[in-house]
C-alpha cells in the first residue's frame, strides 16, 4: 500500500519560516518524481513545486521561487519543503503527490496525495 | 504558461442524472489532461489520466474524453458519493496547471 505522510505544518508569523516532510512508504521513493501542491482555504489547487526522481530537475510556480526549496532524500524515502519569508497568502493546506506515468513515458499524472499539511501565516 | 478554464463553476443535479464538466486549455496539449475529484476534508482523488483512461478503482460510469484544446468529463449516472468538486490538470507543461474547479451539489 502507498502512503505518503505530510508533517511540519503550523501557525507561523509573516517574515517567517518553516519546513515541510513527506514520508513515502509502499514504493520504490527513488523511482518516482514528486510534488509539492497546494490548497488555500475555500479555494482551488495550486500547484507549487516539483522535483525529479534524481533530483536533478526542479521547478517552482512564480509565486512562491525564490522563496520556498524543494528537495529529497531517496534513502529515507523523504521529501521536503522549505517555505522562507512566509506571508499570508502562502496560507494553505498542502499535500505531497506522486507522479507517474502511462507506460512509462506517456503523460504524467499525481496518482497517490497525502492527506495534508496546514499551514497558517498569521501574527 | 498554460492557462486552464472549467465551466460551469458550479452545477446542482439530482442522483441518475448525467453530469458533464468541460475544462480548456489555452493551448495545444495533445492529451496531456487529468481529472481529480475532491471531497470536502480529504485529498484529491484521481479520477481519468491522460484525457480518457480510467484510474485504476474509478467506477465506469466516469469518462474522459478530448476534442482539440476542450476536455470533458462525464458522470453518466449521478451517484450520492460523488457530489465534490471536480478538477482539470494539464500535464504538458512542468507546471502541472490546475484549472479552478467544478463543484456539484445536490438539486
Known amino acids: 500500500e502507498v502512503y505518503l505522510v505530510e508533517s511540519g505544518g503550523s501557525l507561523v508569523k509573516p517574515g517567517g519560516s518553516l519546513r515541510l516532510s513527506c514520508a513515502a512508504s509502499?514504493?520504490?521513493?527513488?523511482?518516482?518524481?514528486m510534488h509539492w501542491v497546494r490548497q488555500a482555504p475555500g479555494k482551488g489547487l495550486e500547484w507549487v513545486s516539483s522535483i525529479s526522481r534524481s533530483g536533478l530537475y526542479i521547478y517552482y510556480a512564480d509565486s512562491v521561487k525564490g522563496r520556498f526549496t524543494i528537495s529529497r532524500d531517496n534513502a529515507r524515502n523523504s521529501l521536503f519543503l522549505q517555505m522562507n519569508s512566509l506571508t499570508g497568502e502562502d496560507t494553505a493546506v498542502y499535500y505531497c503527490a506522486r507522479e507517474d506515468q502511462e507506460l512509462s513515458l506517456g503523460p504524467p499524472f499525481f496518482d497517490y496525495w497525502g492527506q495534508g499539511s496546514l499551514v497558517t501565516v498569521s501574527s | 504558461d498554460i492557462q486552464m478554464t472549467q465551466s460551469p463553476s458550479s452545477l446542482s443535479a439530482s442522483v441518475g442524472d448525467r453530469v458533464t464538466i468541460t475544462c480548456r486549455a489555452s493551448q495545444r496539449i495533445s492529451r496531456y489532461l487529468n481529472w481529480y475529484q475532491q471531497k470536502p476534508g480529504k485529498a484529491p482523488r484521481l479520477l481519468i489520466y491522460a484525457a480518457s483512461s480510467l484510474q485504476s478503482g474509478v467506477p465506469s460510469r466516469f469518462s474522459g474524453s478530448r476534442s482539440g484544446t476542450d476536455f470533458t468529463l462525464t458522470i453518466s449516472s449521478l451517484q450520492p458519493e460523488d457530489f465534490a468538486t471536480y478538477f482539470c490538470?494539464?500535464?504538458?507543461?512542468?507546471?502541472?496547471?490546475f484549472g479552478p474547479g467544478t463543484k456539484v451539489d445536490i438539486k
Open positions: 490538470q494539464e500535464s504538458d507543461s512542468d507546471r502541472r496547471t
Open positions: 509502499g514504493f520504490s521513493f527513488s523511482n518516482y518524481d
